[in-house]
Structures are given as C-alpha cells and as structure tokens.
C-alpha cells in the first residue's frame, strides 16, 4: 500500500494505491503551507489526512509500505528541511517514506514520472524536470519576488489593473464590475480594506482572485486577457529554460504536461503552448498530483506503476 501526500498552496490531498494500481482511499485536509502560521501546523494535519486514508481503505497506519510526502516549500529554508524530514516518523512510527518539494507531486501526476518536465501553476509556481537521472527545479520564489505565472501573481495583476481602470489610468472593462462584485465593494477603495485589513494579504485568498480575472478575460475585457497572455509566457519560459538545463539533445521531443488551475484557463494554456520555443510533446496531465504522490512512493520503492494502470478509486472498488 502506497501513500502519497501533494501539500499544495490551499489544501492537503492523500492518497493510498494499491500494488496493482488501484485507489483505494483519498483525504483533504487544510494545507500544510506554513511559512505564514509555524511548522507546528503540519504535523496534526499530515496526522488528520493518514488517519483518515487509513480508516476508509480499513488498514492500519504500520500497513502503509512507503509514502512520498511532496510539502510545499520543502527546501527553500535549509534550516526547516531535518525537521520536516523527521515528522512523517511519528505518524507512520518508521522510515519508510522520503519526503520532497509539492512539485514532484505535480510532475510525477502530469506525466507518469516519466523523463520530461512539468510546470505547476496554482497558488503558487514552479516547475521540475528529470532527465536521465539529472533533476532541476525552476521558478517558486515566493509570492513576493517570484511565482510568476501563478494564481496569486495574476491575482495581484488583476488588482493592478482594476485600480488603473477605476483611476483611468486604463479603459474600463468588465474587469471593474466582476472585482467589485468579488470583493463587495461598497466604494471602489475598500478594495484595500479588504485584502489588506480584513484578509491580511492572505495569500490564498488574494490567489482565488485569479479566478476574477479569467471571467473577466472571458468576457472579453483586453486588460484581463493579457495579465493572462502573460502568465502563459512566464510559465513557458520555466519550461524552455529547464530544458536546456536538463540537457536535452536539441533534436529529441521532450515530454511537458502541466497541473494547477491556471491551466484551466484557455487564455493562460494557449499562451502556453505557443510560447514553447522548441518542438515539445506537450501533454494533457495523466493523474492528479495527489496521486502522482503514491506513485513516487511505489517508484521509491522499487515497485514502479505505470500511470495508465491507475485505476481511480470510483473504478477501484
């Protein structure tokens, strides 16, 4: 019984398949992003969602043969990686697990932890490849500095707009109504009380913005559809630069397949795909990451699944 745990910038999805491929039982918990709230949420919520995993396949937590546990922001504080490392051990009350960045979450889903690169796009962005036994990561510099192409960087782009458009800095378009509507503004400069005050620049919340902007680029607002326009250049280029670091042969078509729900957007994959700069094998994802996760962890342990063998847990039973 394989488990795997995808952090992501929202929500915590696990996952248990089985050694013939089969999903037996999936959980959600809060996420366990904790820069903002202390390490000291990630262990009760990586307890709630094994726990419950556990119950509806009716095994113990012992019966877990190995987990990958991908946590987002794994390695980008040196000090946090040892203790991260050592938590899953007081819930599975052994070693059998590794544990690494959400993003091999995202690429072993995408595409079958295969050779080839994916590029993850939600709260947050960043992007990994393997090549040969070679692995590079790209992009997911924080919200701050960085994410580019991510929920939270379109979020932030589209309230850029939207106080240009209400200034007249920019034509107004549907862009205006749709973040009025969204935030409840009774004046237009409540917008700051209310991502600043009242959300504290909640970054999940600033991220759901996102989804403001794609109705408004749908509906045919200019500003919206470039913010959009964008995202999908900046996520290409996370793409073509790994290529080169992974060191691809120029001629060979690398596999590339995406996950998070920017590419829900037309305008963001479209811009995507023609941004690639190379004759890529550009593909739909194959699983979730979640259970992308468990099937890193039966990888890990030499007990390798093909993707397409996966059968979801509606099949499974």
Same mark, same amino acid.
């Given at each position: 019984?394989?488990?795997?745990?995808?952090?992501?910038?929202?929500?915590?999805?696990? !996952?248990?398949?089985?050694?013939?491929?089969?999903?037996?039982?999936?959980?959600?918990?809060?996420?366990?992003?904790? $820069?903002?709230?202390?390490?000291?949420?990630?262990?009760?919520?990586?307890?709630?969602?094994?726990?419950?995993? !556990?119950?509806?396949?009716? *095994?113990?937590?012992?019966?877990?043969?190995?987990?990958?546990?991908? /946590?987002?922001? &794994?390695?980008? *504080?040196?000090?946090?990686?040892?203790?991260?490392?050592?938590?899953?051990?007081?819930?599975?009350?052994?070693?059998?697990?590794? !544990?690494?960045?959400?993003? *091999? !979450?995202?690429?072993?889903?995408?595409?079958?932890?295969?050779?080839?690169?994916?590029?993850?796009?939600?709260?947050?962005?960043?992007? &990994? +490849?393997?090549?040969? +036994?070679?692995?590079?990561?790209?992009?997911?510099?924080?919200?701050?500095?960085?994410?580019?192409?991510?929920?939270?960087?379109?979020?932030?782009?589209?309230?850029?707009? #939207?106080?240009?458009?209400?200034?007249?800095?920019?034509?107004?378009?549907?862009?205006?109504?749709?973040?009025?509507?969204?935030?409840?503004?009774?004046?237009?400069?409540?917008?700051?009380?209310?991502?600043?005050?009242?959300?504290?620049?909640?970054?999940?919340?600033?991220?759901?913005?996102?989804?403001?902007?794609?109705?408004?680029?749908?509906?045919?607002?200019?500003?919206?559809?470039?913010?959009?326009?964008?995202?999908?250049?900046?996520?290409? /280029?996370?793409?073509?630069?790994?290529?080169?670091?992974?060191?691809?042969?120029?001629?060979?078509?690398?596999?590339?397949? &995406?996950?998070? +729900?920017? #590419?829900?957007?037309?305008?963001?994959?479209?811009? #995507?795909?023609?941004?690639?700069?190379?004759? #890529?094998? $550009?593909?739909?994802?194959?699983?979730?990451?979640?259970?992308?996760?468990?099937?890193?962890?039966?990888?890990?342990?030499?007990?390798?699944?093909?993707?397409?063998?996966?059968?979801?847990?509606?099949?499974?039973?």
């Amino acid at each position: 019984m394989f488990l795997g745990v995808d952090g992501g910038g929202t929500k915590t999805a696990f !996952c248990l398949v089985d050694s013939d491929g089969r999903v037996v039982a999936e959980a959600r918990t809060a996420s366990v992003y904790y $820069l903002g709230d202390g390490l000291q949420i990630v262990e009760p919520l990586l307890r709630q969602g094994i726990t419950e995993v !556990c119950a509806t396949a009716g *095994i113990s937590v012992p019966d877990i043969t190995y987990a990958f546990f991908g /946590l987002p922001a &794994y390695g980008e *504080i040196s000090g946090d990686v040892p203790v991260l490392d050592a938590l899953p051990a007081k819930i599975l009350g052994g070693g059998n697990y590794r !544990c690494g960045n959400d993003m *091999i !979450c995202g690429w072993a889903g995408s595409l079958g932890a295969v050779d080839g690169i994916n590029v993850v796009a939600g709260t947050g962005s960043i992007a &990994y +490849g393997e090549n040969r +036994g070679r692995q590079w990561r790209g992009g997911g510099w924080s919200e701050l500095f960085g994410d580019e192409g991510s929920g939270y960087w379109v979020a932030i782009n589209g309230l850029n707009a #939207f106080s240009r458009m209400v200034d007249g800095r920019l034509p107004a378009g549907p862009l205006v109504d749709e973040m009025r509507t969204a935030l409840g503004l009774v004046a237009d400069f409540d917008a700051i009380d209310v991502v600043v005050n009242q959300w504290h620049g909640d970054r999940g919340k600033i991220a759901n913005l996102s989804k403001v902007v794609v109705a408004a680029a749908d509906a045919g607002d200019a500003a919206a559809a470039e913010v959009l326009r964008q995202a999908g250049q900046e996520l290409a /280029l996370l793409v073509n630069i790994g290529r080169e670091a992974l060191g691809f042969p120029a001629a060979e078509r690398v596999p590339v397949s &995406y996950s998070g +729900g920017m #590419f829900s957007s037309a305008h963001v994959l479209t811009s #995507f795909h023609e941004s690639l700069t190379h004759d #890529f094998d $550009l593909r739909a994802p194959l699983l979730e990451p979640h259970i992308g996760a468990a099937l890193h962890a039966a990888r890990l342990h030499g007990h390798p699944l093909r993707a397409e063998h996966i059968l979801p847990a509606a099949l499974s039973l």
